[in-house]
């Protein structure tokens, strides 16, 4: 008989917790023992990617606006977002396993609680994520609801151990899976060669790119100070990701404009960021913290030499000596140092770059990864 799983996602924004659960999901569509639901607690890009492979129901109703003011009134009200009858609905599916994606879900416990069936919580957050991310009684609520948790990086599981106190044979580590995108890309010379000349890149330009979400926690702000570094300098920095009407992307742009960096670019959100991955010469991760970076592995794929400070996340752990550098955590000075030697010398971009290629494709086999998040599924089945 097939298992039923009920898969909770915050949004279905594209960034990595999203897309990677949706990795999973699309795997496990082939594997007759499992039958899935998703319920998103927000709409995003990707929601009819989720529906295409489940039945895909919003918690907050069509609506994908948020703010902090309904988030406040849903709190002090107790009201849900989700239609009664289809609260109803999706008790009557008599699920075997709740999988939550993100600690960011913690207001939707009560209601999950009510399955009577285990909750594992998929965790991509650090310390400061869950700090920015969540609130302390819903944050809660994840701990004491959750029956196990999954790691997507060896930094999360020990950020569990030592802040939160959550045993150790609770924790199940799930290695990331590699983009399947960008395991077939092939990189289009004239598109790379128009995109440069769109921005104003110059062709013989280094090209120090940065991408993610735009806030504190991903260091936009130090990616900016670092191209003040190197104002004088033939280099480039292009940051994609974000959106325009998000004050944070504003306020950097703001910045950009008052420390005249012409050659700094912010290009927001975009349906093809291997496409401009694909222009960089180097990744910068310039992230104060962050879990195991997707775009990490996908610049990896790429043969993308890697940046990344030291005490920030699970970068470090995948570039070590080989992929890349790591500079000691927020060294401005020493990350536009090492740009420069990279400057110096094109033909260490091309060695590490392929460095970074061979280790990704070694350590991260996507039937091994799969074949661990079935074990998981099973396991925490009663």
């Given at each position: 008989m097939k298992k039923n799983i009920l898969f909770v996602g915050h949004d279905a924004n594209r960034a990595g917790a999203q897309i990677l659960l949706l990795r999973f999901l699309t795997m496990l569509k082939t594997d007759d023992?499992?039958?899935?639901?998703?319920?998103?607690?927000?709409?995003?890009?990707?929601?009819?990617?989720?529906?295409?492979?489940?039945?895909?129901?919003?918690?907050?109703?069509?609506?994908q606006q948020k703010s902090a003011l309904k988030r406040v009134v849903r709190r002090l009200t107790g009201k849900v977002g989700l239609h009664k009858n289809t609260q109803t609905l999706l008790k009557e599916s008599h699920f075997d396993l709740i999988v939550v994606n993100t600690f960011t879900n913690g207001e939707l416990f009560p209601f999950l609680k009510t399955f009577?069936?285990?909750?594992?919580?998929?965790?991509?957050?650090?310390?400061?994520?869950?700090?920015?991310?969540t609130h302390p009684l819903e944050f809660q609520e994840v701990l004491k609801g959750s029956a196990?948790?999954?790691?997507?990086?060896?930094?999360?599981?020990?950020?569990?151990?030592?802040?939160?106190?959550?045993?150790?044979?609770?924790?199940?580590v799930l290695p990331s899976l590699l983009p399947e995108s960008a395991l077939s890309f092939e990189e289009n010379l004239e598109k790379t060669r128009a995109l440069r000349a769109k921005y104003g890149i110059p062709a013989d330009a280094l090209l120090v790119g940065g991408m993610g979400t735009v806030d504190l926690r991903k260091g936009v702000d130090i990616f900016i100070r670092i191209a003040n570094q190197l104002r004088e300098e033939?280099?480039?920095?292009?940051?994609?990701?974000?959106?325009?009407?998000?004050?944070?992307?504003?306020?950097?742009?703001?910045?950009?404009?008052?420390?005249?960096l012409d050659q700094l670019t912010f290009q927001d959100s975009v349906s093809n960021p291997l496409d401009y991955m694909a222009m960089f010469d180097i990744f910068c991760i310039s992230s104060r913290e962050d879990p195991y970076p997707l775009v990490v592995l996908e610049a990896a794929l790429l043969a993308k030499p890697i940046l990344c400070f030291d005490e920030s996340g699970g970068a470090k752990d995948f570039v070590e000596e080989d992929a890349g550098v790591i500079v000691p955590y927020l060294d401005v000075k020493q990350m536009a140092a090492e740009i420069r030697q990279f400057q110096d010398n094109p033909e260490r971009i091309k060695q590490?770059?392929?460095?970074?290629?061979?280790?990704?494709?070694?350590?991260?086999?996507?039937?091994?990864?799969?074949?661990?998040?079935?074990s998981i599924l099973t396991l925490s089945i009663q």
């Amino acid at each position: 008989m097939k298992k039923n799983i009920l898969f909770v996602g915050h949004d279905a924004n594209r960034a990595g917790a999203q897309i990677l659960l949706l990795r999973f999901l699309t795997m496990l569509k082939t594997d007759d023992r499992f039958s899935f639901t998703v319920l998103l607690k927000d709409g995003g890009e990707l929601a009819d990617d989720y529906s295409a492979l489940a039945p895909t129901f919003l918690w907050h109703g069509v609506s994908q606006q948020k703010s902090a003011l309904k988030r406040v009134v849903r709190r002090l009200t107790g009201k849900v977002g989700l239609h009664k009858n289809t609260q109803t609905l999706l008790k009557e599916s008599h699920f075997d396993l709740i999988v939550v994606n993100t600690f960011t879900n913690g207001e939707l416990f009560p209601f999950l609680k009510t399955f009577g069936c285990p909750i594992l919580t998929y965790v991509h957050e650090l310390e400061m994520g869950i700090q920015m991310y969540t609130h302390p009684l819903e944050f809660q609520e994840v701990l004491k609801g959750s029956a196990g948790f999954i790691a997507c990086a060896e930094s999360i599981r020990h950020n569990l151990l030592e802040n939160h106190g959550i045993p150790d044979e609770k924790i199940h580590v799930l290695p990331s899976l590699l983009p399947e995108s960008a395991l077939s890309f092939e990189e289009n010379l004239e598109k790379t060669r128009a995109l440069r000349a769109k921005y104003g890149i110059p062709a013989d330009a280094l090209l120090v790119g940065g991408m993610g979400t735009v806030d504190l926690r991903k260091g936009v702000d130090i990616f900016i100070r670092i191209a003040n570094q190197l104002r004088e300098e033939e280099v480039s920095f292009l940051w994609v990701g974000g959106k325009k009407e998000e004050v944070d992307f504003q306020l950097f742009e703001i910045d950009r404009k008052k420390l005249g960096l012409d050659q700094l670019t912010f290009q927001d959100s975009v349906s093809n960021p291997l496409d401009y991955m694909a222009m960089f010469d180097i990744f910068c991760i310039s992230s104060r913290e962050d879990p195991y970076p997707l775009v990490v592995l996908e610049a990896a794929l790429l043969a993308k030499p890697i940046l990344c400070f030291d005490e920030s996340g699970g970068a470090k752990d995948f570039v070590e000596e080989d992929a890349g550098v790591i500079v000691p955590y927020l060294d401005v000075k020493q990350m536009a140092a090492e740009i420069r030697q990279f400057q110096d010398n094109p033909e260490r971009i091309k060695q590490l770059g392929e460095k970074a290629r061979k280790k990704v494709l070694e350590r991260h086999d996507k039937d091994r990864a799969f074949q661990k998040f079935v074990s998981i599924l099973t396991l925490s089945i009663q």
